[in-house]
């Protein structure tokens, strides 16, 4: 088993759909969440972290964390063209934080 | 501008013949990484750094070595490039106690 899942998509919605994208992972030790959006022929970019169960909201984004399951979401509202992007999922596996293990991520198109 | 780079942005090489590529940061971070990223596989980390002097393997070290004499350099060498190391290569870099990574703009590496 992977460490960190994604559905790869692409996943196409219309602008101002409600997108939701997944991860699952299999280390009960993760204490920390994080999603990074990559555009294309870019480097990734953080768009939120979480480090407790639950939800984080952030103006259109939320972030959901259900550590029972294993299992974070990322919930875009009114989605717009300019979301369009690979959106990457990310754990530090030690308390340090900085090794990293990163979802394959999920690729988005948001249709005008 | 608080930023990462990473020079060259594109490189075609043979079969091994060494290679560098520079990263730097101005953030005056503590933290530094190299991932390589691949299609279906994600960003997989290949080395990160505590601090000068100071370095740690990822998930993926072999064939890469890396030094960190000054806090804002992190140059990752290739001894003897294989086509297998034909990749997309980012450069991140966080502050102390942060979670945030800040990618650069990434190094697109084609050995023949």
């Known amino acids: 088993q992977k460490e960190v899942e994604q559905d790869p998509g692409p996943l196409s919605v219309p602008e101002g759909a409600i997108v939701s994208l997944n991860c699952t992972y299999s280390?009960?030790?993760?204490?920390?969440f994080m999603w990074y959006r990559q555009y294309s022929r870019k480097g990734p970019e953080l768009l939120m972290y979480t480090y407790s169960s639950g939800n984080k909201e952030d103006g259109r984004f939320t972030a959901q964390v259900d550590k029972s399951s294993k299992y974070i979401s990322l919930f875009i509202r009114d989605s717009q063209p300019s979301d369009s992007a690979t959106y990457l999922c990310a754990m530090p596996r030690d308390n340090y934080g900085q090794n990293f293990v990163f979802g394959p991520g999920t690729r988005l198109s948001v249709l005008p | 501008e608080a930023q990462v780079t990473q020079n060259p942005r594109y490189l075609i090489t043979v079969t091994g013949k060494k290679l560098t590529v520079t990263c730097s940061q101005n953030?005056?971070?503590?933290?530094m990484s190299w991932y390589r990223q691949d299609p279906g596989l994600g960003l997989r980390q290949i080395y990160y750094?505590?601090?000068?002097?100071?370095?740690d393997k990822g998930d993926v070290p072999e064939g890469y070595k890396v030094s960190r004499k000054e806090k804002r350099n992190f140059p990752l060498i290739l001894e003897s490039p294989s086509p297998n190391q034909t990749s997309l290569y980012f450069c991140?870099?966080?502050?102390?106690?942060?979670?945030?990574?800040?990618f650069g703009p990434g190094t697109r590496l084609t050995v023949l």
């Open positions: 953030m005056n971070h503590e933290y």
């Open positions: 280390n009960s030790a993760f204490q920390y």
């Open positions: 991140a870099s966080s502050g102390e106690g942060r979670q945030e990574q800040f």
């Open positions: 750094s505590m601090n000068v002097e100071v370095t």
